[in-house]
């Protein structure tokens, strides 16, 4: 099992710390944390007494732990997990019955940042999600916003949000029909009920199901990509996301992506054809 001690360093927001807590029951911790273990950052929610519902404060160290990871030139991939027993449980229902008016800065950042705080802007850099246990609401907005998502066998994925009155707000009405399509989507969307990870990988929701420890193979994921060329690989993931979120058209998104992969030509693309000419000789 891959044990946090081995990472190169722990990264914590302490400084969002003051009034951050719904309750005066709950300990006083960090909401998440940050490892960096080779090229590879590994982001945990780290809220397990609540299994892991995010709340206003939970969600800006959230969306710190993002953005240093996405500052961090040392590291390409990142893989968003939960402590205890699941990955999200969703947003914390307790905070959103406290909400009384539209001018509360709570919900002044709901509307900047979205309620899990990582949701209104595509991550700059490939982002995995590591699942297991209760993966719902807000939780699957979250994997949502993930490159690829690989979950134990047992998990539960759904959209739990609808039985209680809570819109999507974070995605899961854009990005679920455009990842699994729209009538495979409004089944999930319109009853609120749950899929199990082997549903959740036979229409694409799921990438791949851990065959062993999950974080472990998660890294091992992590480290395939981050093998590779790393201009090419950014300028590839960030043209599929256009085709499918901004082409105007079939030929912008073709245009796009000539005029993008060019780029990567005269760097990429020269240096890899000497080395597997090389690879010939040899």
Request: net charge neutral.
């Amino acid at each position: 099992m891959m044990k946090v001690a081995s990472f190169c360093f722990i990264r914590r927001f302490p400084s969002l710390a003051v009034g951050r807590l719904s309750t005066s029951s709950e300990p006083v911790v960090d909401f998440v944390t940050m490892d960096r273990r080779e090229n590879v950052t590994i982001i945990s929610l780290n809220r397990p007494q609540k299994k892991n519902a995010v709340n206003w404060a939970m969600a800006k160290e959230l969306n710190a732990a993002m953005t240093a990871f996405e500052e961090d030139s040392k590291s390409r991939v990142a893989i968003l997990r939960g402590n205890g027993d699941s990955f999200c449980s969703g947003y914390d229902l307790a905070e959103v019955s406290d909400l009384t008016t539209t001018e509360d800065e709570k919900y002044l950042h709901l509307r900047e940042f979205g309620p899990m705080g990582i949701t209104r802007q595509p991550f700059k850099k490939p982002v995995i999600a590591a699942l297991h246990g209760y993966v719902i609401g807000g939780g699957l907005e979250v994997a949502l916003a993930c490159d690829l998502r690989i979950a134990t066998p047992d998990v539960i994925i759904g959209g739990f949000n609808r039985k209680w009155g809570v819109p999507f707000i974070d995605g899961g009405s854009v990005r679920l029909p455009a990842m699994i399509g729209i009538s495979r989507a409004l089944d999930l969307i319109l009853t609120g009920r749950s899929m199990l990870s082997e549903e959740s990988l036979s229409i694409g929701l799921v990438n791949r199901i851990a065959n062993g420890d999950l974080m472990e193979d998660a890294f091992a994921l992590a480290k395939q990509i981050s093998s590779n060329p790393n201009l090419c690989l950014l300028t590839d993931r960030q043209n599929v996301y256009y085709s499918a979120y901004d082409a105007k058209s079939f030929d912008d998104a073709m245009n796009n992506e000539l005029e993008k992969g060019l780029n990567v030509v005269s760097v990429d693309s020269v240096r890899g054809a000497r080395k597997f000419l090389e690879s010939v000789k040899r």
